[in-house]
């Protein structure tokens, strides 16, 4: 498989002195070609640092990190970023906010009529894919939770960039909504060939969905275990319930557990409960 993203020995630090914190130590990781990857583990550990220095928006402390063989050195047009938090433009309508990547300077350049109409359909293309032509017209105060967050992944992908980076996406969707997202956004991966990268905190999600998950650890964040996800590419709602991914959401929660230190404070919240009584 081709490598699309390497992750060579990154580490990263805020801070200075006294005051200095290690929030990712030597990461390595190769990320292959049309590859979903998930990013797992308890809060702190890096994963949307990790997820963001990809993205070119934070730079590391020392080691490096390669796209289509090139050192990443800022944003580019072949990546896009979806938050949790929709990041939609109020005063733009749905198909406004779609189309918004093609106003900026460097897709300006050199743009033919025919690319213009070629943009065009492809607008027309995503706002149907993501089930938003009703809504075209409207305003992002006027859509629910999960129609703004379609309408942020249409606007990544307005671009057709080869890497999606998303951090948690859905985190702030209902359960129904989520699942409703799970289906289109691996719809997408198969429809438009792209290499996606993707954080959450849910274990279930993150092996529904990656082809490997990457579980992380805390203090100081690192990559701790690389799991395989042993289902088919093509995936459907009723393989949660099999015996295979449930013992892997069970082994992935339990090495959570352990890198945070969980099992310590319930012993101290046991002791606890035993002091009380």
Not at 99 to 107: D, Y
Request: with cysteine; net charge positive.
């Amino acid at each position: 498989m081709t490598e699309k993203i390497e992750i060579r020995s990154v580490n990263k630090v805020f801070g200075r002195g006294a005051h200095a914190v290690q929030a990712l130590q030597d990461a390595n990781l190769n990320i292959g070609d049309n590859e979903f990857i998930t990013f797992v583990g308890a809060s702190g550990c890096g994963k949307s640092t990790l997820l963001r220095m990809i993205g070119g928006l934070e730079t590391p402390t020392s080691g490096q990190i390669v796209v289509n063989g090139r050192p990443v050195d800022g944003p580019g047009a072949d990546r896009a970023m979806v938050f949790q938090h929709y990041s939609l433009y109020p005063w733009l309508n749905v198909m406004d906010n779609i189309k918004f990547s093609r106003r900026l300077a460097v897709n300006q350049q050199n743009r033919s009529s025919a690319d213009v109409e070629h943009a065009s359909g492809r607008a027309d293309a995503l706002l149907s894919l993501m089930g938003l032509t009703a809504a075209a017209r409207k305003y992002p105060a006027q859509l629910s939770g999960g129609m703004q967050q379609r309408v942020a992944i249409a606007r990544a992908l307005m671009s057709k960039p080869r890497i999606l980076l998303m951090d948690e996406p859905f985190g702030a969707l209902d359960a129904q909504t989520r699942e409703v997202m799970h289906d289109l956004i691996c719809h997408v991966r198969r429809l438009e060939k792209v290499t996606i990268v993707f954080v959450t905190h849910d274990v279930e999600e993150a092996i529904y969905l990656g082809d490997r998950v990457v579980l992380m650890a805390p203090r100081p964040g690192r990559i701790d275990t690389l799991y395989h996800v042993p289902l088919p590419f093509a995936r459907n709602q009723d393989m949660k319930l099999a015996p295979e991914f449930v013992r892997l959401k069970r082994q992935i929660l339990d090495r959570i557990r352990d890198t945070a230190g969980v099992k310590t404070d319930l012993e101290q919240l046991q002791k606890l409960s035993g002091i009380s009584a």
